[in-house]
């Protein structure tokens, strides 16, 4: 067999895409265990989209949630001078550990086993760029699911620990930044505006993509996919309407330590349907 054939085996079971001006490999939306490798969507390309030159250029970086390993290549090409990269889900860190040595990346990113106290594996260290696409999807209680989305009833568990940490780990002129879903009303993410209010002590710019998921919509489909239970969906939705949510949000965090203030802007890019996974971008 020869290299060319073992690669085109690999692809007949897997996804390949690109994102900018590099490839990843990643599973397909086929796989559904819980171990899946999440494929590419449009939250990675808004995180990318984001990127603060002047801050990323020659940082210690910190990316939690390794996943397919698209947005520490990405740190890298955008001059990010090394970055450790945390991971829970083996079969995650196999797959980006082949991404980073496609890419060429092998001596600028490390790959380091997560925990579930998220920053214990960096105890004691700082860094000038840390960067997280976290869990973010409601997830119905008592239920096995997929450990790149699973994050409580409003899928906000993963970034709360973010955030009560993150300022023992940024350097002082240190930057933070997430890509995520969030649960509101129509108009914002009303619940991830007041986590930032409770923890953040620094200055925090929220982007929100133009237009939403609707909630009900968004849980509808958990007992259809045999994820949970019709009881425990509506459980989830009985929630959410006695909190006011309606809607679901995708957004891109931005976080520095200094004077506390609060913002909430629009993305500069609209990003189309950005629940659901693109077509591949091969060339």
Request: hydrophobic fraction near 40%; charged fraction near 20%; include cysteine.
């Amino acid at each position: 067999m020869t290299i060319h054939t073992m690669f085109d085996a690999v692809l007949q079971r897997k996804q390949l895409s690109t994102v900018n001006d590099y490839a990843v490999v990643t599973d397909t939306m086929a796989y559904t265990q819980i171990d899946q490798v999440l494929p590419i969507f449009a939250e990675q390309f808004f995180f990318l989209d984001e990127l603060v030159p002047e801050k990323i250029k020659g940082a210690k970086t910190l990316e939690i949630g390794l996943g397919s390993g698209v947005l520490s290549i990405g740190a890298i090409k955008a001059g990010a001078a090394h970055v450790t990269a945390l991971e829970i889900n083996p079969r995650a860190k196999n797959t980006a550990g082949f991404n980073i040595v496609l890419n060429g990346m092998e001596d600028r990113i490390a790959i380091i086993d997560g925990n579930v106290d998220i920053f214990q594996p960096v105890k004691g260290q700082k860094f000038d760029y840390i960067l997280s696409n976290p869990p973010f999807e409601p997830t119905p209680p008592d239920i096995n699911y997929f450990y790149h989305s699973a994050s409580g009833l409003y899928g906000l568990d993963f970034i709360e620990k973010i955030f009560q940490a993150v300022d023992d780990y940024l350097t002082e002129d240190g930057h933070l930044q997430i890509v995520t879903g969030a649960p509101g009303d129509r108009e914002t993410p009303f619940l991830l505006l007041e986590m930032a209010e409770k923890y953040l002590s620094g200055s925090t710019t929220l982007l929100l993509n133009a237009g939403t998921l609707n909630y009900a919509e968004a849980i509808s489909w958990y007992p259809i996919k045999g994820f949970c239970s019709v009881a425990q969906a509506n459980f989830m939705q009985q929630k959410a309407t006695e909190d006011g949510v309606t809607d679901y949000h995708l957004c891109v965090i931005h976080y520095e330590k200094g004077a506390k203030q609060l913002r909430v802007e629009p993305a500069k890019v609209v990003y189309e349907n950005w629940y659901l996974p693109p077509e591949p971008k091969l060339e």
